[in-house]
């Protein structure tokens, strides 16, 4: 059965803080390893990793993913609590005739000034 | 990218009644998706909605209890059918950007049952 595992499932910091948050999956057909944010209820897309080792940045935002290892990791620094919300991690796998995509528990983030 | 809405935001339903949710999207997609996300939980697939076609449901969710319809390319309909307690959740919509599982989501709808 896919599975996609995220640590820690919740986590508090202060502010300037940089937190590490984790992905790990064991799927069939991957394509793709995907970080979204979800701060009320829609999630939004952050980044989509298909290859090892190739770092993907978007400001004070960047992630890499291990696909020998089946790890993702993203990368917050100097941490505002504007990035407090709960970040999920999802891969995409490929069906018949489409992506599916199974996400993770997430990782709720509280930054504290 | 594509602008996802979703009808209704909320809503508070009584048990055994049943809500009809509506996703709208600005552009034509061949794929939508329904998800669920209860309390304190992360993301759960229902179905994915292909137009012209019945939907694939995925284990653990039936087209009794969550009918969906796909008249075009561009609208969809979950409908939540004799709600009990369990069934409140958010209830999501989403189209496929057609990158390898990169998806958009509509804003959601909010569902309490009592």
């Known amino acids: 059965e896919d599975k996609v595992v995220q640590s820690p499932l919740s986590l508090v910091v202060h502010e300037g803080d940089t937190v590490t948050l984790n992905c790990s999956y064991e799927?069939?057909?991957?394509?793709?390893l995907l970080w979204y944010k979800q701060e009320k209820k829609a999630p939004t897309f952050l980044f989509m990793l298909?290859?090892?080792?190739i770092e993907k940045k978007s400001g004070r935002l960047s992630s890499i993913l291990d696909k020998k290892e089946l790890f993702s990791i993203l990368n917050i620094t100097a941490t505002q609590t504007g990035d407090s919300a709960i970040y999920l991690c999802?891969?995409?796998?490929?069906?018949?005739?489409?992506?599916?995509?199974?996400f993770g528990p997430g990782t709720s983030l509280s930054v504290i000034p | 990218s594509a602008v996802i809405s979703q009808k209704p935001s909320r809503d508070i339903c009584q048990r055994g009644t049943s809500l009809t949710i509506q996703c709208q999207v600005d552009?034509?997609?061949?794929?939508m998706f329904w998800y669920r996300q209860q309390p304190g939980q992360s993301l759960t697939l229902i179905a994915t909605?292909?137009?012209?076609?019945?939907?694939?449901?995925e284990s653990g969710f039936v087209i009794d209890k969550f009918p969906i319809s796909r008249p075009n390319l561009t609208f969809s309909t979950l409908t939540v059918s004799n709600m009990s307690p369990e069934d409140s959740s958010i209830y999501l919509c989403?189209?496929?950007?057609?990158?390898?599982?990169?998806?958009?989501f509509g804003p959601g709808t909010r569902l309490t049952v009592t």
């Open positions: 999802a891969v995409g796998v490929l069906k018949t005739s489409y992506d599916k995509v199974i």
């Open positions: 989403s189209v496929d950007k057609g990158l390898a599982g990169e998806q958009y």
């Open positions: 909605a292909n137009q012209g076609s019945e939907a694939t449901y």
């Open positions: 298909t290859s090892s080792g």
């Open positions: 552009s034509q997609v061949t794929m």
């Open positions: 799927v069939t057909n991957f394509r793709s």
